[in-house]
């Protein structure tokens, strides 16, 4: 009876791991996607408030994703996109800043008080504190002179944000 349940347990948690996390779409299939159908139709299908599978794509990283997640913030005219993007690049920033130090404040939305640092709304002290560290450590190792402004500018509003932690305790 107990191998049963611990059975069914198993299956159960594999069926539900497996439909509630689909995969990861490839950069390829994505850049394809845009050129055939455009922002608007990437943005609502691969990078939207519910399914968002692209989001994860972006935050790994690698230049022609930040390149992607950056394009489609200037294009696809979807505010939830946007903001799940703008969240994306600063998750990638922590993995290779050199890919997107290059985009920091080109735009409004690419303020250095947005993609520099992945901030939750609400989340623990501890997690952004965490956050912090990741960041710093991260964008400080970047050496590229062409990146310095970029990279003065990310520090910049990370330590005003680890300072106004110190204040919120």
Request: glycine share 8%.
């Amino acid at each position: 009876m107990t191998r049963i349940f611990a059975l069914i347990s198993a299956a159960a948690l594999l069926t539900g791991a497996s439909g509630a996390q689909a995969a990861t779409p490839k950069l390829a299939a994505l850049q394809a996607e845009l050129a055939a159908k455009g922002p608007a139709y990437l943005a609502s299908h691969e990078f939207n408030c519910d399914t968002g599978r692209g989001y994860k794509l972006v935050a790994g990283g690698t230049p022609g994703a930040v390149a992607l997640g950056a394009q489609l913030i200037k294009t696809s005219g979807s505010a939830c996109a946007a903001e799940g993007l703008i969240q994306s690049l600063a998750q990638a920033m922590q993995k290779n800043p050199s890919a997107v130090l290059p985009y920091v404040d080109t735009g409004d939305q690419f303020s250095h008080d947005l993609i520099c640092l992945p901030l939750g709304i609400e989340e623990p002290v501890a997690v952004t504190k965490a956050n912090v560290a990741k960041s710093t450590q991260a964008i400080s190792a970047v050496t590229d002179p062409k990146l310095a402004v970029q990279r003065a500018a990310c520090l910049a509003s990370i330590a005003q944000t680890s300072a106004n932690l110190g204040k919120a305790q």
